[in-house]
């Protein structure tokens, strides 16, 4: 009798073994945008807690971090634009793309702490390299360089955006739809001004 009580158990602590195993795999493929893990909290191995605990899924959890990297990138090239641009307008648009992301950066942070969900604090070193490579550029170069960066840039943010909008948790649906309204702004101000520059 013991046996077969036994049985149904050990075959449970197998499968969830193995869901164990295939969540760590994923998340070791996916690309880190900082060194080290970034699935540690205060030095413990957080993957797959987070979901069970916070009801967030993987795709939410996913769109979190690419989100945020999306926003320090946007931040980052912000504050080179402010003063490398050479034209008011881009200058401007910098400005509001400073004032803007900075304000998505904290309501993500914020959200991301909530659902416990650990987003990146930094960019991946190919996104680095790209930016030290516009500090060295000024002028007219540079502002073509940049606008037609937001263009691309806005234009896969808000597919980005898209899917987070389509998640099941509510909250990260709220501010994935708030939030895209300001990147489809940014988008036009953006196409307007590459145009302009023609």
């Known amino acids: 009798m013991k046996k077969i009580f036994l049985l149904p158990t050990a075959f449970a602590l197998i499968l969830s073994f193995g869901s164990c195993q295939t969540a760590d795999k994923k998340s070791a493929t996916t690309k880190d945008s900082v060194a080290g893990d970034t699935n540690m909290i205060n030095g413990n191995h957080a993957t797959g807690a987070e979901s069970t605990e916070s009801g967030v899924d993987e795709a939410g959890a996913t769109f979190l971090r690419k989100a945020a990297i999306g926003g320090i990138m946007e931040v980052e090239a912000a504050k080179i634009a402010a003063k490398n641009a050479k034209s008011a307008e881009v200058k ?20 991301a702490i909530k659902k416990k969900v650990i987003t990146p604090d930094a960019l991946p070193a190919d996104d680095q390299i790209h930016l030290d490579e516009m500090k060295k550029m000024t002028g007219e170069a540079f502002d073509q360089h940049y606008m037609h960066m937001m263009v691309t ?46």
């Open 92 to 111: 401007e648009f910098a400005a509001k793309m400073l004032a803007d992301h900075t304000k998505a950066n904290t309501e993500l942070k914020a959200l």
């Open 153 to 198: 840039d806005h234009e896969k943010t808000i597919t980005l955006f898209k899917t987070g909008i389509q998640n099941r948790d509510q909250a990260i649906k709220t501010w994935a739809s708030n939030t895209l309204k300001v990147i489809e702004l940014h988008n036009a101000m953006a196409k307007k001004i590459v145009v302009d520059m023609k």
